[in-house]
Every structure is written in structure tokens, then in C-alpha cells.
């Protein structure tokens, strides 16, 4: 039975790779910080089967005792300060988590296997915030990084790490520059989420309006579940190498909006959502759309679902979610 060690198993990408592996037959591990984590009882129930090992991207030490407990064969590196958005008053803990925790999982993945730091392989989940002001387009895994907000810039420290370990000491170090993808596992501070949440809530009469930020930003969106299967695939080869996983589609915030609503029968949500520049970036990625030519022919990986059903899937999901709470409120 192959055994993997999942960071970042809290999130959707981590909740959804664990599903993946654990159907595969896997015996998989997940790394989580402090007994009282409130995310604890998500993994417990999405996931029972997953055996949590405690642990923390900040602190060396602890990671060399979490892969020693878990001895796997592979290592999925998903853990990070991961809102874009926040990074800017969160600039050092997310260059901690972000960009310095890739460091320290490395460097404790060396020390635990010595001379053969290839016998265990490992993903890095890279980010297409790396390609922040993208000098071309779409974008490849050969287009130069400029990253346009602190988290962009720590995913490209730990991406260049990932690339230094694997030159520097034959690691089976795999990065997958992942374009956005969502889900409705997608925590609700999150645009997309944000997004299909008020429209259920809306049409339900529980919210009254939507504040957002740049309406005219551009992203390349998958769907989640998709993309832990290119992370899955990576680790498969026979040679190490960085992916871009993308659907090579791009979509603007208004056009997410138009969907959201028009699934709850809102028809113009135009009188129902404001601009808030709190919600504005110092520095903003307008567009970002990419190539995964290489994950199609190498990995033979293709998205399975496209944008229109992510967005249904996410709101009627959101829709549940909320009618069931309100009906629990009013008991």
C-alpha cells in the first residue's frame, strides 16, 4: 500500500487529493498544526479514513518528525497563507508559510532520506500568481515569473526552491503551476465563493446585497477536483518536471456574476452588487490564462468540467448549504 503525506490537507485541494489517493488505495497522512485546530472536525468527517500527524510549515523540526511517522512515498506540499488578497497585511506570515515553509519541508524531506532524497517524491503547488504581470499570453511554463503581491512572490521562492532541490540533489520534485480552480469546498473568503454564497443567499432573502472589488479582472478557473488528479499524475513519471494545469479559458468577474445569478433566477444583479475599494489590490493581475499543453500531452490530463458547471455546482451547492442552516435558525 503506497503512502503519501498531505500539507494543506484542511483545504479543498487537500480534501479532495486525500478523496483521490484514498480510492487509489493509498494510506494517506495529513499534516495538521495543534490538536485544537478548528478544521480538525472537517477532515475527521470529509475524510475519516486520513491519519492526521501534527505539525507546522514554520518549524523544522516537526516536520522531520511528521515524515519519520509517516513514511511515505510521496509528499504533497499544499499547505500555504494562500488569500491572495490578505498577503498585503499579511506579507510576513505569508513569506514564512508560503515561500519559507517550502524551504523548511525540503530541507526536513533531505534530512530524513540522506543520500537518496529521490525515494521519496514530492509536489509543490505553484501558483499562476506567479506569472502576476504576465509578459505573454497564454502563459507556459516557460513564461518569466513578475509576481504582484506577496503571496505570488513567496509561491515563486518555493517554486525556485522546489527547482534548486531537484538540480542541487536528484529530489523527484515536481511543481504544478496551478491556474485558479474552485469548488464548493472553496473557503467563503474567496471571490468565487463569495460570489455563489450571495446569490443563494439573495434569492433565499437572507442577504441583501454583494460588495466586491475590481469587477473586471480575468481568471483562468477550473475546478479543483480536476486539478489534484494532475497533482497525482506528476508524481507518476518517470522524470521530475513543472507543470502548468489551466483550461485555457479565461472569464471576468461579471461574467461569474452573470452565471451566479441567472442560476437563482436574478436575471440583473447589477442593483444588488457594489464596488468597495477595500476590495481593490495595491497591485492587481488583470489577466491570467494558460497553456497546459504539456500536462495534456505528457500526463495526458485534460479538465473535466468547464466554467458553466463549476459555477452551478458551486451555487447550488451554497443554495443547500443555506437552506438548511435557515431552516436549523428557525427551529
Known amino acids: 500500500m503506497p503512502r503519501a503525506l498531505i500539507t494543506g490537507i484542511t483545504g479543498q485541494d487537500g480534501l479532495y487529493l486525500a478523496e483521490l489517493l484514498l480510492d487509489k488505495g ?3 497522512f495529513g499534516l495538521i498544526r495543534g490538536e485544537s485546530n478548528r478544521q480538525r472536525t472537517v477532515v475527521e468527517h470529509t475524510v475519516p479514513a486520513v491519519k492526521l500527524v501534527e505539525g507546522d510549515l514554520t518549524d523544522l523540526p516537526s516536520l522531520i518528525a511528521a515524515i519519520e511517522t509517516a513514511a511515505p512515498d510521496e509528499i504533497y506540499n499544499l499547505g500555504a497563507v494562500s488569500v491572495v488578497g490578505q498577503s ?55 513564461t518569466p515569473f513578475h509576481p504582484r503581491s506577496p503571496y505570488g512572490v513567496a509561491k515563486t521562492f518555493g517554486h525556485y526552491m522546489t527547482v534548486n532541490y531537484r538540480e542541487s540533489y536528484g529530489a523527484f520534485a515536481c511543481s504544478g503551476i496551478l491556474f485558479n480552480h474552485e469548488s464548493p469546498r472553496r473557503g467563503h473568503e474567496f471571490v468565487t465563493r463569495k460570489i455563489t454564497r450571495a446569490a443563494a443567499r439573495i434569492s433565499l432573502g437572507l442577504q441583501d446585497s454583494l460588495a466586491l472589488g475590481n469587477l473586471d479582472v480575468r481568471r483562468d478557473w477550473g475546478f479543483a477536483g480536476d486539478y489534484v488528479e494532475a497533482m497525482w499524475l506528476m508524481l507518476q513519471q518517470d522524470e521530475p518536471g513543472d507543470y502548468v494545469v489551466a483550461t485555457g479559458e479565461t472569464w471576468s468577474i461579471r461574467e461569474l456574476l452573470d452565471r451566479a445569478f441567472a442560476r437563482v433566477g436574478i436575471a440583473d444583479w447589477r442593483p444588488l452588487v457594489t464596488q468597495d475599494d477595500r476590495y481593490l489590490r495595491p497591485a492587481e493581475v488583470d489577466c491570467s490564462i494558460g497553456d497546459a499543453s504539456k500536462a495534456r500531452a505528457v500526463l495526458g490530463w485534460k479538465p473535466t468540467v468547464n466554467f458553466d458547471q463549476l459555477v ?9 448549504i443555506e437552506r438548511l442552516s435557515a431552516g436549523n435558525n428557525t427551529r
Open 88 to 142: 498585503w497585511q499579511q506579507a510576513e506570515l505569508t513569506g514564512e508559510v508560503t515561500g519559507m515553509g517550502v524551504l523548511r519541508l525540503l530541507e526536513a524531506l533531505r534530512t530524513v532520506t540522506g543520500d537518496d532524497m529521490s525515494r521519496i517524491r514530492y509536489y509543490q503547488a505553484s501558483s499562476s500568481e506567479m506569472f502576476g504581470k504576465a509578459r505573454q499570453v497564454p502563459q507556459t511554463e516557460e
Open 312 to 320: 452551478q455546482m458551486m451555487v447550488d451547492s451554497d443554495l443547500e
Open 26 to 28: 493509498y494510506e494517506v
